[in-house]
Nanobody, 121 residues
Framework: QVQLVESGGGLVQPGGSLRLSCAASGIIFSIVDMGWYRQAPGKQRELVAQVTRDGMTNYTDSVKGRFAISRDNAKNTVTLEMNSLKPEDTAVYYC???????????????WGQGTQVTVSS
């Protein structure tokens, strides 16, 4: 009923930049929070950044000052600008949306398929 479609990601050298985008498909009235998580090999999935409908943001400490999250409520999209990338940023990045209200239902949480980000020289 609701799908999160991600784009962006890929291979970048240390110090480089990438942009991740995510669009929620379907007839959506509102989404409470949108954000990005990541999971590196052998590690648990962790929150990277999150933005509320009102524009309040939250970042994990390791990306503060380097990553910027933004969303477009009218288009139900969220973007993560990643700068000064480090090898430790290498992971699969997942788009996340919480509190999705559609014409037919309320969906507590939805995930994208994930997109690989590799930072390596």
């Amino acid at each position: 009923q609701v799908q999160l479609v991600e784009s962006g990601g890929g291979l970048v050298q240390p110090g480089g930049s990438l942009r991740l985008s995510c669009a929620a498909s379907g007839i959506i009235f509102s989404i409470v929070d949108m954000g990005w998580y990541r999971q590196a090999p052998g590690k648990q999935r962790e929150l990277v950044a999150q933005v509320t409908r009102d524009g309040m943001t939250n970042y994990t400490d390791s990306v503060k000052g380097r990553f910027a999250i933004s969303r477009d409520n009218a288009k139900n999209t969220v973007t993560l600008e990643m700068n000064s990338l480090k090898p430790e940023d290498t992971a699969v990045y997942y788009c996340n949306a919480n509190g999705i209200r559609t014409t037919r239902s309320f969906i507590p949480r939805s995930w994208g398929q994930g997109t690989q980000v590799t930072v390596s020289s």
